[in-house]
């Protein structure tokens, strides 16, 4: 039996300090990660503190259409 739309998703993160302040110039890229989520349990986007390799530093990653 098929069950319908599953729960789990899969959704990308993307460093909202790279995407607001431009790449910066001395590397360039943007820090994306894929990870899954509930649809059922967070309706809503999804914002978790992740490390970004061009910022150097831990930022907020918020997810993105595909």
Do not use: W
């Not at 990308?12 to 894929?34: F, H, M, P, Q």
């Not at 914002?47 to 918020?62: D, S």
């Amino acid at each position: 039996m098929a069950k319908g739309k599953d729960a789990r998703i899969p959704v990308l993160l993307e460093c909202t300090a790279c995407v607001r302040n431009g790449v910066n110039k001395k590397s360039t890229g943007i820090s994306r990660y894929i990870t899954q989520k509930n649809r059922h349990n967070t309706p809503n986007r999804l914002e978790l503190l992740k490390f970004c390799p061009y910022c150097y530093k831990h930022t907020i990653h918020g997810e993105i259409k595909k």
